[in-house]
């Protein structure tokens, strides 16, 4: 083999590579795109890659048929073009579109995986179907011994390679050290690079560079998507959710709240800094009336909670949980904007997780805020009776806040009071927002609280076999039930 075929060869894997990796890529950023409007849960999960390996299988057989017939310079271009146009399509409209669209059919009354198929199959099926292509094409160029097979199991296994790298570098490396919007960038980017890789005349790869840079540039410039509010003063998209800083105003005052994958998750007033929500305000008094030592936070959300009974002199130590590390530092830079105090013991691991480990230490809490319920979307694993059950094994006294509607007559309402009364024994509702919409926060309890009311329905228990939480959530925000 002489030194072009070998060049031909190490190109042609390189762009198998890219393929795979950008495959995979995209299947993580769509999911996580999706998360701020209907969670995370196995619907997202196995409708969304359930489309993504329906639009490779058909790209990988229509790639065989065409490259069967196709001379090399033809499928060498029909690549080429494949890669780019791949690219444009997730760059200016997949990406972007992808919350808005699910969005919109979730209020034409689409139930949760139908809404999933329809948008992925709308914004992915094509640019997948077109990147999939490469593998076959790859094949044929590359089949030089006569040796289908031979050829073919090579593309796949550098292809395969690429999804295994792409599968991990993107949640572990890039959504934390670029941000999801610039990861979804250089995805794109990598597949302009693949295309004019792949492009023999130099001057039509630096005219593929140049217009993958262009197309970029107006959808970075543009800002294709949702709009960017005028009151929002920070946002970031974290691995797990998105997190906004907004400018508000409550009673004539202004107001700095925190939104976390659409919902209002914490707020404080911006002149003096102190706590403005019902629910946290709530969980300080109920605190303040029986203080105690040791004290739990689920889902860490602004840190108003711990930072407002950390001053109690009783309290020795607040632990907050939450499984993203980045809310730390926003809420301590962008939303307090202060330090935490010493008592604040930020614990950045998952609630299920950290909650085995304080039961097999013996660790015991006086009190236990579970506060990973608000927003679009909700971590359906918190909702089961297992989850419940650990909470109640190292907690005395716990109360809840999750969003329901008002009147708590929906099914996902009463599936979470018969879950929680599951796993506590009885179960207490308080509306801490009277005043509110359709939706409102309830403070769900196992003793009973001044002006709660004892839950004595019927609904189903949400277990980790058997959970619909993420389904009759989306039910209940986007639908009338």
Request: hydrophobic share 50%; with cysteine; net charge neutral.
């Amino acid at each position: 083999m002489n030194k072009q075929d070998t060049f031909f060869r190490l190109l042609a894997w390189t762009v198998a590579f890219a393929e795979g990796f950008s495959t995979l890529a995209v299947e993580v950023i769509a999911i996580r795109l999706a998360i701020p409007v209907v969670g995370s849960s196995m619907t997202l999960t196995g409708v969304l890659l359930a489309v993504i390996l329906f639009a490779l299988s058909a790209g990988y057989w229509h790639g065989g048929q065409l490259s069967s017939r196709w001379s090399h310079g033809r499928t060498r271009t029909a690549l080429t073009l494949n890669l780019f146009l791949a690219g444009a399509l997730y760059a200016a409209v997949s990406f972007p579109f992808e919350a808005s669209l699910l969005e919109r059919l979730l209020d034409a009354g689409l139930s949760l995986a139908p809404a999933i198929g329809v948008a992925a199959t709308l914004l992915f099926a094509v640019p997948v179907y077109l990147v999939a292509q490469t593998v076959p094409l790859l094949a044929e160029l590359t089949n030089d011994e006569g040796k289908a097979g031979k050829a073919s199991g090579r593309v796949l296994f550098y292809s395969t390679l690429g999804s295994v790298a792409g599968g991990i570098v993107t949640p572990v490396y890039l959504f934390p050290n670029l941000g999801v919007k610039a990861s979804t960038y250089a995805i794109c980017g990598l597949l302009f690079a693949a295309a004019a890789l792949w492009t023999a005349s130099r001057r039509r790869q630096w005219a593929i560079v140049a217009a993958g840079a262009i197309v970029l540039g107006v959808v970075s410039l543009v800002g294709l998507g949702s709009p960017v509010p005028a009151n929002q003063r920070y946002r970031f998209d974290s691995p797990h959710q998105t997190i906004r800083i907004v400018d508000e105003r409550r009673g004539g005052r202004p107001e700095r709240a925190m939104y976390l994958n659409g919902g209002r998750a914490s707020a404080i007033f911006a002149d003096t800094g102190e706590t403005s929500v019902g629910y946290v305000l709530e969980a300080d008094r109920l605190m303040a009336a029986s203080p105690c030592a040791l004290v739990l936070a689920v889902g860490a959300a602004g840190f108003t909670f711990p930072r407002d009974v950390s001053a109690l002199p009783e309290v020795v130590r607040v632990d907050a949980v939450d499984v993203d590390a980045d809310v730390l530092e926003i809420a301590e830079r962008r939303f307090l904007p202060q330090r935490l105090p010493a008592k604040v013991r930020f614990v950045p691991l998952s609630a299920r997780y950290a909650l085995r480990q304080a039961r097999n230490q013996r660790v015991h809490y006086g009190f236990t805020l579970l506060d990973a319920y608000t927003g679009k979307a909700i971590p359906a694993e918190l909702l089961s009776a297992e989850f419940l059950a650990d909470v109640r094994a190292v907690s005395a006294r716990t109360a809840a806040n999750v969003i329901l509607d008002r009147g708590a007559e929906t099914q996902f309402a009463k599936n979470v009071l018969a879950t929680f009364r599951q796993a506590f024994g009885r179960a207490w509702i308080k509306d801490v927002d009277p005043g509110d919409s359709d939706l409102t926060n309830y403070l769900i309890t196992d003793w009973p609280i001044a002006g709660s009311a004892e839950w004595t329905g019927a609904g189903r228990v949400y277990l980790d076999d058997r959970n619909s939480a993420d389904r009759d959530h989306t039910r209940m925000i986007w639908s009338e039930e």
